[in-house]
Nanobody, 119 residues
């Protein structure tokens, strides 16, 4: 059974940092594109960052220059380093693993981890 387990969430002051981790039990982790989403109360789920199986990355505009997504294929883990955090970063953060092969889409989600930015 595939599992994605996020960790590292919590309470941080504005301007502070947090590092989220997502450990995946998928086969051939290195072939998956890994994504971080977030969802604030009353809002739709928002794509924050993606790291493709190639290692290329992309970010939503609101986090560019502050957040960094990375992966360790040997540990089957993806990370989201969040710096210079703002109250508007407050949300539940979700890890997502996606792979498309032979016209089959493999799509897995973690349970989410709460991030609160507040003084």
């Amino acid at each position: 059974q595939v599992q994605l387990v996020e960790s590292g969430g919590g309470l941080v002051q504005p301007g502070g940092s947090l590092r989220l981790s997502c450990a995946a039990s998928v086969n051939i982790f290195r072939l998956y594109d890994m994504l971080w989403y977030r969802q604030a109360p009353g809002n739709q789920r928002e794509l924050v960052a993606v790291i493709y199986n190639s290692g290329n990355t992309n970010y939503t505009d609101s986090v560019k220059g502050r957040f960094t997504i990375s992966r360790d294929n040997a540990k089957s883990t993806v990370y989201l380093q969040m710096n210079r955090m703002k109250p508007e970063d407050t949300a539940v953060y979700y890890c997502n693993a996606v792979r498309i092969t032979n016209f089959i889409k493999y799509n897995y989600w973690g349970q989410g981890t709460q991030v609160t930015v507040s003084s």
